[in-house]
């Protein structure tokens, strides 16, 4: 049966949808989610390894890691490959086989990168789960990414940093394999779960033919977000056991104009100029400007509470300082408070002198005191 397949079945429950100029969503109930059928995913292996200037690794030694890693994930059919340090090199743009050594060896002696530079990890898995997302269509959504980071030096690896944002495309897997020797792998957290680094079952949806995965481990409610979409077609979601996707019974039922819709096309721009680093600095302005007209909070903005009106002033700079420099709304806390008036101080400075002078003049009578005791 063809996996993208559509049968002519329904699941009982009610979504509510909604359109916007940049896409559609449906919102998933918590009271709705234990009834959804979900699935677990496959795992591919994308072996990320470190071209660190000062690291000592050639071809066959990472050709011998690869291979011993293979040896403990046999089950795994497919890696990927990709070298890094500052820059990233592809060394095999698509999916291979992991029983072809030919593929695998005639990948690394391809490789042009050189070592330089430093290995920023956080850039790197950045950088290709936003790829990997982009590209989930056809037969690919039924395949994660499990990355493994190779190098011969684990102190020079910049580890990776403020994560949570691209959990939303890797909700199988929150953490990462890291192995420095042969035949050693431990496992690292991609981001802080109260779950532990585990896999996890998940929640596949599509609408025409753009596809949402959702984490199935969540007892919140869920929203499935389909860029550029517009939700005529209704949505589906998969059935493991039946090898097909089941229309989910709902509505488009919140009008494109209305507000709420409105803020969800914020999130959906928000959301693609995150994932696109060189469209953030250009449109960081205009989102900062639209979530303060809808008074809508996204992942860009912030909100704080000024507590005096003398703040505003600076508050205004600042927020033009840091958007000229395109660092968003991270405001630091250097707001000048005001001086206490001059009176105040005086009085103080009066006490203080007072309590001196009173305690060196008590001095020779407590000396006198203590002779005639002594005597």
């Known amino acids: 049966m063809n996996l993208n397949q559509t049968v002519n079945q329904s699941v009982p429950q009610l979504v509510s949808g909604a359109t916007s100029k940049n896409g559609a969503f449906i919102i998933l109930p918590k009271e709705v989610l234990s009834g959804l059928p979900k699935m677990k995913r496959k795992p591919y292996l994308h072996f990320i390894l470190d071209f660190f200037k000062g690291i000592q690794a050639t071809s066959n030694t990472y050709v011998e890691q690869i291979n011993s890693v293979m040896n403990q994930y046999s089950d795994v059919n497919k890696i990927k490959i990709t070298a890094a340090n500052f820059d990233v090199e592809e060394l095999t743009p698509k999916l291979i086989s992991s029983q072809d050594k030919y593929a695998i060896r005639h990948a690394m002696d391809q490789s042009r990168l050189g070592n330089q530079g430093s290995l920023d990890l956080g850039r790197v898995i950045k950088q290709e789960l936003a790829r990997y997302y982009r590209n989930l269509n056809g037969e690919n959504w039924q395949e994660y990414p499990l990355f493994i980071v190779m190098t011969q030096n684990p102190m020079n690896i910049l580890p990776p940093d403020d994560m949570e944002f691209f959990s939303l495309h890797l909700p199988d897997c929150n953490y990462y394999l890291f192995s420095a020797q042969l035949n050693q792998i431990e496992k690292r957290p991609l981001w802080m779960s109260s779950q532990g680094m585990k896999e996890r079952e998940v929640f596949v949806l599509k609408s025409n033919d753009l596809i949402s995965i959702l984490p199935a481990s969540s007892e919140d409610a869920q929203a499935a977000y389909f860029y550029g979409h517009d939700g005529s077609s209704g949505a589906a979601i998969y059935d493991s056991s039946l090898q097909s ?114 305690k060196g003049s008590a001095m020779p009578g407590e000396e006198r005191k203590s002779c005639v005791l002594r005597n």
Not at 306 to 317: A, C, D, G, I, N
Request: hydrophobic residues 40%; charged residues 20%; glycine residues 4%.
């Open 245 to 358: 996707f089941l229309p989910v019974k709902g509505a488009w039922n919140i009008s494109e104009a209305s507000s709420y819709a409105q803020g969800v096309d914020l999130i959906f721009k928000n959301f693609q100029v995150m994932t696109n680093p060189r469209e953030f600095d250009k449109s960081l302005p205009a989102l900062v400007q639209a979530s303060r007209d809808s008074g809508i909070m996204i992942p860009s903005t912030s909100y704080i509470i000024v507590e005096r009106s003398s703040q505003w002033k600076t508050l205004r700079l600042k927020e033009k300082q840091r958007l000229g420099i395109s660092q968003g709304l991270e405001f630091e806390e250097d707001f000048n408070t005001p001086s206490p008036p001059l009176w105040l101080m005086l009085f103080l400075l009066f006490i203080f002198y007072w309590v001196k002078n009173r």
